[in-house]
């Protein structure tokens, strides 16, 4: 099975702030990736699929791209509402492993 | 627009079983492979289950297989689990969500405790 693993675990920037969160897969998964936003009691929603193509509706400071192994999302300036909580997966074979996840806080 | 609507959970003694059903509406059902997806209190994601839109294929993760089954009614437009043998580790809310997640229903809990 291929694990998937991201970092940070958490962090803490400014509003305006560029954050990136990076995703390791243990072996290569094309672009096979995706990226979701989860904010507290809220179900998860799609950022980024194919490593690097907005999702429908997402604003476009969230950045996908990397290939093979690792992955980037950047968000280029953080706003309030992006507090939350990111994850990747890949898409490349089952089972379709998730990151650890990695916790956006305001400062 | 996309709808999922998940319905089922609920409390459950260990060893007991839950049907869970997740309504669809919005697309065409049966174009589309569908997943279950959970999340343990305060942790993170785990994948549980897919089946595709023929009913051909189905995966089940390691942790519920041969307990867990996956179903759908592409006539009624509807995905299941029925999950038997349940274990306190169960413990979770089951997302439905279309594909490997481009779209997601509102999750129901499921609380597997005596």
């Known amino acids: 099975d291929i694990q998937m693993t991201q970092s940070p675990s958490s962090l803490s920037a400014s509003v305006g702030d560029r954050v990136t969160i990076t995703c390791r897969a243990s072996?290569?998964?094309?672009?096979?990736l995706n990226w979701f936003q989860q904010k507290p009691g809220k179900a998860p929603k799609l950022l980024i699929y194919?490593?690097?193509s907005l999702q429908s509706g997402v604003p476009s400071r969230f950045v996908g791209s990397g290939s093979g192994t690792d992955f980037t999302l950047t968000i280029s300036s953080l706003q309030p509402e992006d507090f939350a909580t990111y994850y990747c997966?890949?898409?490349?074979?089952?089972?379709?492993?998730f990151g650890q996840g990695t916790k956006v806080e305001i400062k | 627009q996309v709808q999922l609507v998940e319905s089922g959970g609920g409390l459950v003694k260990p060893g007991g079983s839950l049907r869970l059903s997740c309504a669809a509406s919005?697309?065409?059902?049966?174009?589309?492979?569908m997943s279950w997806i959970r999340q343990a209190p305060g942790k993170g994601l785990e994948w549980v289950s897919y089946?595709?839109?023929?009913?051909?294929?189905?995966y089940y993760a390691d942790s519920v297989k041969g307990r867990f089954t996956i179903s759908r009614d592409n006539a009624k437009n509807s995905l299941f689990l029925q999950m038997n043998s349940l274990r306190a580790e169960d413990t979770a809310v089951y997302y439905c969500?279309?594909?490997?997640?481009?779209?997601w229903g509102q999750g129901t809990l499921v609380t597997v405790s005596s």
């Open positions: 969500a279309r594909r490997h997640g481009d779209y």
């Open positions: 919005g697309f065409t059902f049966s174009d589309y492979y």
């Open positions: 089946i595709s839109s023929s009913n051909f294929t189905i």
């Open positions: 072996q290569t998964i094309s672009s096979y």
């Open positions: 194919a490593a690097s």
């Open positions: 997966q890949q898409s490349f074979s089952t089972p379709p492993a």
